[in-house]
């Protein structure tokens, strides 16, 4: 109720300002006692008839009887004022409801839902056609490059795991023969440890860089069906040998003569090598050149085993494996956001459908509020009228006591309020029987529509699906695409 924490704490208060008893009602019932008090009809009555008034004769009211009639006229007068008051914000409840509204966003929701839920499919398929043609590309590729080499089998491609691997063990052999070198070096070097090591990476990057180009780039083409990259990679291979034999040579001649001669050692190995390779004539030189050719023939053999062994086959492979991989990310990230579209849809209609059922009992409590308020005000009408008369007779009976000449006739005649017949505005209201049908088309409308989406997001994933078998000689078909 309007003001219920000014009436809670004004109940509290021992004497009252006013003539009403402490309620929490719309329309407080006035206090009788304490408007006979606050008038002094009882006193008034008595004087005036100490002196005959009003007279014998008299047919209207007097002014202490005018005086009461007012007040209780000013009273019913407020009282219709806050009812108007109520009327209003009934009204404005009501018409914030709103229902014709809603009923036409539910209608023009209807129309351009699916029709949004298509677009977004027809923009999908758009995308996923790129991402096919792409792979159809990739697959060509491949087909084509297999066709040509004579291939029947599929691309030896290491895991990003088995690569890492790979290419630790080249680092690790790279540090180790720098650190073995460096030690056997050092016996020479006027800086020790540290200029036998700074020596010794260069020749480890020779040795080991050498080797990988080679297994790399050259000998991998003696598995190639053309004899002339054939012969390439027999070239290359013999490249390798020789440059493995020289370089770990060079390095083992190189240790030895850099132990006796400081200025000129380079000079000194070149002419060594050319005259007698084998002429190395301390141990440690030989297992120097012997850990050399170990660690490059390791690292010929993982730069061999880094990809497949023939030519090109491994980077069409995985040009093929991103291309595929893009496809099948991309339509399973169409069919999620279209998910999400579907949940996200079907959740709105699901609070609608509820919000309408609440607006439906929202509007019956509100009507039926207006209606009691309107009980309540007919009923303080008539509350009004017998608090007039209890006052009137107060002061009529001590009028009576005092007076000497007869009481007028109008005396035995009980007041009469007139009563106000409010109008109220029915603009706004709901037949709560129309309403419910209403509501209840609007539903069916809704799950419709609920139905109606989802059998588009089936048929939107039938679609997607359907593109794998658009070009079924490339062989990736629905099988492998789940």
Same mark, same amino acid.
């Given at each position: 109720?309007?003001?219920?924490?000014?009436?809670?704490?004004?109940?509290?208060?021992?004497?009252?300002?006013?003539?009403?008893?402490?309620?929490?009602?719309?329309?407080?019932?006035?206090?009788?006692?304490?408007?006979?008090?606050?008038?002094?009809?009882?006193?008034?009555?008595?004087?005036?008839?100490?002196?005959?008034?009003?007279?014998?004769?008299?047919?209207?009211?007097?002014?202490?009887?005018?005086?009461?009639?007012?007040?209780?006229?000013?009273?019913?007068?407020?009282?219709?004022?806050?009812?108007?008051?109520?009327?209003?914000?009934?009204?404005?409840?009501?018409?914030?409801?709103?229902?014709?509204?809603?009923?036409?966003?539910?209608?023009?929701?209807?129309?351009?839902?699916?029709?949004?839920?298509?677009?977004?499919?027809?923009?999908?398929?758009?995308?996923?056609?790129?991402?096919?043609?792409?792979?159809?590309?990739?697959?060509?590729?491949?087909?084509?490059?297999?066709?040509?080499? @004579?291939?029947?089998?599929?691309?030896?491609?290491?895991?990003?795991?088995?690569?890492?691997?790979?290419?630790?063990?080249?680092?690790?052999?790279?540090?180790?023969?720098?650190?073995?070198?460096?030690?056997?070096?050092?016996?020479?070097?006027?800086?020790?440890?540290?200029?036998?090591?700074?020596?010794?990476?260069?020749?480890?990057?020779?040795?080991?860089?050498?080797?990988?180009?080679?297994?790399?780039?050259?000998?991998?083409?003696?598995?190639?069906?053309?004899?002339?990259?054939?012969?390439? @990679?027999?070239?290359?291979?013999?490249?390798?040998?020789?440059?493995?034999?020289?370089?770990?040579?060079?390095?083992?001649?190189?240790?030895?003569?850099?132990?006796?001669?400081?200025?000129?050692?380079?000079?000194?190995?070149?002419?060594?090598?050319?005259?007698?390779?084998?002429?190395?004539?301390?141990?440690?030189?030989?297992?120097?050149?012997?850990?050399?050719?170990?660690?490059?023939?390791?690292?010929?053999?993982?730069?061999?085993?880094?990809?497949?062994?023939?030519?090109?086959?491994?980077?069409?492979?995985?040009?093929?494996?991103?291309?595929?991989?893009?496809?099948?990310? @991309?339509?399973?990230?169409?069919?999620?956001?279209?998910?999400?579209?579907?949940?996200?849809?079907?959740?709105?209609?699901?609070?609608?459908?509820?919000?309408?059922?609440?607006?439906?009992?929202?509007?019956?409590?509100?009507?039926?509020?207006?209606?009691?308020?309107? @009980?309540?005000?007919?009923?303080?009408?008539?509350?009004?009228?017998?608090?007039?008369?209890?006052?009137?007779?107060?002061?009529?009976?001590?009028?009576?006591?005092?007076?000497?000449?007869?009481?007028?006739?109008?005396?035995?005649?009980?007041?009469?309020?007139?009563?106000?017949?409010?109008?109220?505005?029915?603009?706004?209201?709901?037949?709560?029987?129309?309403?419910?049908?209403?509501?209840?088309?609007?539903?069916?409308?809704?799950?419709?529509?609920?139905?109606?989406?989802?059998?588009?997001?089936?048929?939107?994933?039938?679609?997607?699906?359907?593109?794998?078998?658009?070009?079924?000689?490339?062989?990736?078909?629905?099988?492998?695409?789940?």
């Amino acid at each position: 109720m309007p003001f219920d924490a000014l009436n809670n704490l004004w109940s509290g208060v021992r004497e009252s300002s006013h003539d009403f008893r402490a309620s929490t009602e719309i329309f407080p019932q006035l206090d009788t006692d304490k408007l006979i008090h606050a008038l002094n009809v009882r006193e008034k009555g008595e004087a005036n008839g100490r002196a005959n008034r009003p007279a014998t004769s008299a047919q209207s009211l007097d002014e202490v009887e005018q005086l009461v009639v007012g007040r209780i006229e000013q009273e019913k007068a407020s009282a219709y004022q806050v009812l108007e008051d109520q009327f209003q914000t009934f009204e404005t409840r009501l018409r914030n409801l709103d229902f014709e509204g809603q009923f036409g966003l539910i209608r023009q929701a209807n129309a351009s839902s699916l029709s949004d839920f298509k677009a977004e499919i027809a923009s999908g398929v758009d995308e996923l056609h790129g991402l096919r043609r792409d792979l159809k590309i990739a697959e060509d590729e491949m087909t084509s490059f297999k066709r040509r080499h @004579g291939l029947d089998r599929a691309a030896k491609v290491p895991s990003a795991g088995a690569t890492s691997v790979k290419i630790a063990l080249l680092v690790v052999l790279i540090l180790v023969e720098i650190v073995m070198n460096g030690n056997f070096l050092a016996k020479g070097s006027e800086q020790g440890i540290i200029g036998g090591i700074t020596e010794a990476v260069v020749f480890a990057v020779l040795n080991i860089g050498s080797a990988l180009l080679f297994a790399i780039f050259c000998v991998r083409n003696l598995v190639h069906r053309s004899w002339l990259m054939k012969l390439f @990679g027999l070239v290359g291979l013999a490249g390798y040998i020789a440059v493995a034999l020289a370089v770990n040579f060079a390095l083992a001649h190189y240790r030895e003569v850099s132990a006796t001669i400081i200025e000129g050692a380079g000079t000194e190995v070149i002419r060594r090598i050319r005259e007698n390779p084998l002429g190395l004539v301390e141990l440690n030189s030989w297992m120097l050149f012997a850990i050399g050719i170990f660690f490059s023939i390791l690292a010929f053999i993982d730069g061999c085993m880094l990809t497949d062994a023939y030519p090109g086959f491994a980077g069409v492979q995985r040009r093929l494996d991103e291309a595929r991989q893009n496809y099948i990310s @991309g339509k399973l990230d169409l069919i999620d956001n279209l998910r999400e579209i579907r949940d996200e849809h079907n959740g709105k209609i699901e609070e609608i459908v509820r919000d309408l059922s609440s607006r439906r009992r929202e509007s019956a409590a509100i009507i039926a509020h207006r209606t009691r308020t309107m @009980g309540l005000f007919a009923e303080y009408q008539g509350h009004l009228e017998r608090t007039a008369n209890s006052v009137l007779t107060a002061y009529r009976e001590a009028n009576r006591a005092a007076r000497t000449d007869a009481e007028p006739q109008y005396f035995a005649v009980a007041y009469k309020l007139e009563r106000i017949n409010p109008v109220v505005k029915t603009s706004e209201d709901w037949d709560d029987r129309v309403l419910t049908e209403r509501i209840q088309i609007a539903q069916a409308e809704l799950n419709d529509q609920i139905s109606k989406i989802g059998f588009a997001f089936e048929a939107a994933v039938a679609q997607y699906h359907k593109l794998d078998n658009l070009f079924p000689e490339a062989g990736v078909g629905s099988q492998q695409a789940a």
